[in-house]
């Protein structure tokens, strides 16, 4: 059962990390996203690997990385032959492959000491550890919307920013493993004022929170900022998730019921007060928030003293005259109650949320909001669950909305035939007038609305070096939606095959095709029709350690996008990666020169950028032209990280670049970002 720890080397952190955050941006497509939420774990049991032989469900379930049926596995072996006594033995459980442990290796331990699960607050705050962030960005290239106009056109104009083009990020925090956190985060976007103007007090964005996990009884309580997850994401959840990605079999959403809010994204989180109780088996949470909201207001022509919203901006810019009228003009109020019951096998949970406003949210109807909420309150109850028999994950979610009577249901199952053959299917069917306000269902679109959609994933391990990943996914749109005024269908395919000839080398080819349908192009104005829009990709990858300080990555890609009213389109980008971390030097460095040559922004190519630790760059590639960027960090004292990266794109066909206020005069835009961390 044993085999070489050459064989067992697990990836490197910085490798999982970059797929986990290349899954998710794939799927959103959205340059500006802050994951710090999702990968902090990763870093946190990358520096303290978790225990198996003392590890429950929940700390399994933090990693990320595992189904539920390979958690399962690893408690139930514990049961039924007792503590692991060494690493190799995750060889012998039934659903575990070899690239389930190389992947898993790097953030867990065997250690017959027991990590203590229930933790008392004051030995929390004496064994915690401080850590601190300062981060500088900016553009170095002018843009229209920074010129020095006059005050009277600068307060009369919405073209112009108020203040400079940096970015500016604090953050500080105090915790002790997951079980407390205390911490505030403050950023200033680019273009917004900094201790003057309408922002007397320095940043822009404020967060803060104090948050415990760890008692018998009370469980956890989150005060401050904090985010909550119930079911599959139909009625709540806070923050981002998984969707569709190359890994097949993680399409099941695994809610981490309370969690501290540490990222920058400055609408997809609460504020106010969170408990968790628990006994046994049953565990009830409770949360109450208010906050701020960016609307627009509109005055109604009837009633003058009436005030209406017609918009929610979510952007979270506060750096024009028409931006600052907006700061949150809506005050949101968000009650629920999460109430569960858990086993190793089964869990049920049932939920109730009210989300309120101090104004009528009232946008104008179009064709493809008409089923939208609109009103001053929503009331969404739903029911999830989860079940484990044998080899199969059973899972899902039905949740309703009272604006509208709306349903929105769920359901899948994950199982595995043995370790070698694993499978994934998942049924949703969310109505054309059911939305809350924060969701991340499982779906085609960006929405958990309007869409009813059947996927199915394939996992095939032929070998420890040989890896299949396919999944088939066929939706349609029952209600008209964004330029598509009509009924929509739509399909999707991706099949990527994996090779990894040792830990030094491994190897990717990637397919994925995209079917949608859009209003053409060739309307004459009295009847739209709908054409197929039809996107393929096609990807090689290539990483290949030259030694075990040098890593190299190539990557080719090439996307083809066809529709009736317009002529073919296509797109391609090149990319090389190297990378330096030699174990005994402070220094690390990490490269890429890339090629890029596309048609238009429509067969624009999203690829992930190394950079600092919790930033987050996953530019848009497009038109013709190329990129560079070098990143160096240095350790020094054993207590400080710096981070110095600087990015060039240069385009060949371009003699300015964006609009707008954005507008950049010349063909070429560089990035600097400089990142200071503290550790006490």
Do not use: C
Not at 92 to 99: C, P
Not at 651 to 673: H, P
């Amino acid at each position: 059962m044993l085999v070489s720890g050459a064989q067992l080397f697990g990836q490197q952190k910085a490798d999982i990390v970059q797929q986990r955050i290349e899954f998710i941006s794939e799927q959103l497509e959205d340059e500006n996203i802050d994951l710090t939420g999702l990968v902090e774990q990763l870093y946190y049991f990358y520096d303290n690997p978790l225990n198996l032989n003392s590890a429950n469900s929940e700390l399994l379930h933090e990693i990320g990385l595992l189904t539920d049926l390979q958690i399962n596995d690893v408690l139930l072996h514990i049961r039924l032959f007792g503590k692991f006594i060494s690493i190799y033995e995750l060889q012998g459980l039934k659903y575990w492959d070899m690239n389930t442990i190389r992947l898993v290796l790097p953030f867990v331990r065997v250690d017959d000491k027991l990590d203590q699960l229930h933790v008392s607050l004051k030995e929390a705050i004496k064994q915690g550890k401080f850590e601190a962030f300062l981060r500088f960005q900016t553009i170095k290239e002018d843009k229209s919307g920074y010129e020095n106009v006059p005050d009277s056109i600068l307060n009369n104009s919405n073209s112009f920013y108020h203040g400079d083009a940096n970015r500016y990020y604090t953050r500080l925090r105090f915790n002790y493993r997951t079980n407390l956190s205390i911490g505030v985060t403050a950023e200033k976007d680019p273009g917004e004022e900094f201790f003057k103007g309408q922002q007397k007090n320095g940043f822009d964005f404020y967060s803060a929170h104090a948050f415990y996990k760890g008692g018998k009884y009370l469980k956890t309580v989150a005060l401050g900022d904090y985010q909550v997850q119930i079911g599959q994401g139909l009625n709540f959840w806070s923050g981002y998730a998984f969707g569709k990605s190359a890994d097949v079999t993680n399409v099941k959403k695994t809610a981490n019921s309370l969690k501290p809010y540490t990222s920058v994204d400055e609408t997809r989180f609460l504020r106010g007060a969170a408990v968790e109780l628990g006994y046994k088996k049953i565990s009830l949470t409770t949360f109450a928030s208010m906050k701020g909201v960016d609307g627009s207001i509109i005055l109604d022509s009837l009633i003058e003293e009436q005030e209406f919203i017609s918009s929610i901006n979510l952007s979270g810019l506060h750096r024009t005259n028409s931006e600052f009228s907006k700061k949150n003009t809506l005050q949101e109020i968000i009650i629920g109650s999460n109430l569960r019951y858990q086993n190793r096998n089964f869990h049920f949970g049932i939920a109730a949320i009210y989300l309120g406003y101090d104004k009528d949210f009232s946008k104008d109807t179009t064709s493809y909001n008409r089923f939208d909420f609109r009103g001053k309150s929503n009331f969404s109850l739903s029911a999830d669950y989860n079940w484990i028999y044998k080899n199969f994950n059973f899972f899902g979610e039905v949740s309703r909305v009272s604006y509208s009577g709306g349903f929105a249901n769920l359901h899948g199952v994950l199982f595995s035939l043995d370790r070698k053959v694993s499978m994934s299917l998942i049924y949703r069917n969310y109505a054309k007038d059911y939305q809350t306000f924060y969701n991340a269902g499982f779906a085609e679109g960006s929405k958990t609305q309007n869409e009813n959609g059947l996927y199915a994933g394939l996992k095939l391990n032929w070998s420890r070096v040989i890896l299949t990943n396919v999944y088939v996914d066929v939706f349609k749109f029952p209600g008209f939606k964004f330029q598509v005024d009509g009924p929509s269908i739509g399909h999707e395919f991706m099949l990527q095959q994996s090779y990894r000839a040792s830990r030094n080398f491994e190897v990717y080819v990637r397919f994925r095709e995209q079917n949608k349908q859009k209003n053409s192009r060739n309307s004459d104005g009295t009847i739209t029709e709908l054409e197929d829009i039809l996107q393929r990709n096609y990807r090689f990858n290539l990483s290949y350690k030259v030694s075990e300080s040098v890593k190299l990555k190539s990557r080719i890609e090439y996307v083809t996008i066809n529709r009736l009213s317009e002529e073919n389109e296509d797109g391609m980008i090149i990319t090389q990666d190297f990378i330096f971390k030699p174990k005994s030097s402070p220094i690390s460095i990490s490269m890429r020169y890339a090629l890029f040559d596309t048609d238009s922004y429509d067969t624009r190519i999203y690829t992930y950028e190394n950079n600092a630790l919790y930033v987050f760059s996953v530019p848009s590639y497009y038109y013709r032209g190329s990129r560079a960027y070098a990143m160096i960090q240095y350790k020094f004292l054993h207590r400080f990280d710096i981070w110095f990266r600087y990015g060039v794109s240069i385009f060949a066909n371009r003699s300015s670049l964006g609009s707008g206020a954005e507008e950049i005069e010349g063909n070429t835009k560089t990035d600097i970002t400089v990142q200071l961390r503290i550790k006490l």
